[in-house]
């Protein structure tokens, strides 16, 4: 009699560590050494997710290389660059431990924060992020942006997103089932985190300088980020072309009462000649301009929104069964 064979055992992971990468060739071994230092040390099973994210090195090769060698490594691999946010959502959706952890390649978010984090996450918090109370061999513009940035969208945001917090932080299965569930493509993880609530706190650190290689949120990405962040958490900036539009109006008839006054008392003013007229038309122009650049930020979001297409899409897969 033919002998049926035994279906093959899956292990779920009780932790899962989500790292995004992208063109990162420089770092994955140093990287690979002190998270595997530290998945030693739990006591439980634990999976290391990397996902590239259009890589153009040798990073996706180190990938494969380190799933060979050790089969708690999983990685996914994205069929171009989607964007940091969207490799996060990437590894979300493929994690199945009870505590995700994302923190980033370059080694500025210290893997030996983790095990504080767990304890947090064992005491009953859903939510712990890190906090960063100092920046080390940065730059005085970057201190000072990020300082301006995370302040302002606190003040302006409908959550309360913590000040100084990136996404190195520790959630809970049931959280990140939740953030799974959100259909909208514009991710900001931090605020998605934070708008769903339960019980958060902090792990407060201080953020290392790059291992190693040049830096990946260049100045451009960064603005990009933040505006997405204010659009997708605030309906203040289209309240603001509300007031200006107000504040057009109320200069406009102060003006007209004052060319009024000029033409009845001081007809040979020059302040009612051509150059006032000239500055009104260019101070109505701007605040119209804004007024809809304003608008078709949040326009363009409905129309990403309503084509439906995936947030991305996967070139290669290995290590999560039945997957791989």
């Known amino acids: 009699m033919r002998r049926l064979s035994e279906p093959k055992t899956v292990i779920v992971p009780q932790y899962s560590l989500i790292i995004p990468i992208y063109n990162e060739e420089e770092n994955i071994t140093e990287l690979y050494r002190r998270v595997s230092a530290l998945m030693d040390q739990l006591d439980n099973s634990v999976e290391l997710i990397l996902i590239n994210d259009g890589s153009r090195d040798r ?96 003040r302006l945001a409908d959550v309360d997103i913590p000040a100084d917090t990136g996404d190195f932080c520790l959630m809970d299965r049931r959280i990140v089932d939740l953030i799974n569930s959100m259909p909208e493509r514009s991710r900001y993880i931090r605020g998605l985190r934070a708008w769903i609530g339960f019980q958060q706190t902090a792990v407060k650190y201080e953020r290392d300088p790059r291992f190693a290689g040049e830096v990946k949120y260049t100045f451009r990405k960064s603005l990009s980020l933040a505006l997405n962040s204010l659009i997708a958490f605030s309906r203040v900036p289209l309240r603001l072309s509300i007031y200006l539009g107000l504040f057009s109006a ?62 991305y899409a996967l070139a290669e897969i290995a290590g999560f069964d039945p997957y791989s």
């Open 59 to 154: 990073s996706l090769l180190m990938m494969r290389e380190l799933h060979h060698k050790d089969p708690r490594v999983c990685y996914l691999s994205l069929a171009r660059n989607f964007g940091h946010q969207v490799a996060v959502t990437a590894g979300l959706n493929f994690a199945r431990g009870q505590a995700i952890i994302i923190l980033d390649a370059d080694l500025q978010d210290p893997p030996e924060l983790i095990p504080q984090m767990l304890e947090k996450w064992r005491q009953g918090y859903h939510v712990v992020y890190a906090q960063r109370i100092k920046r080390h061999r940065e730059s005085w513009f970057k201190r000072f942006t990020a300082y301006v940035f995370y302040r302002l969208l606190r």
């Open 250 to 311: 109320f200069l406009s008839a102060c003006m007209a009462l004052l060319v009024l006054y000029w033409r009845l008392h001081q007809p040979d003013s020059s302040l009612t000649g051509f150059a006032t007229i000239l500055i009104a038309i260019f101070f109505l122009g701007s605040v119209q301009l804004i007024s809809i650049g304003i608008l078709g930020e949040y326009i363009g979001r409905i129309y990403e929104e309503v084509k439906g297409r995936p947030i």
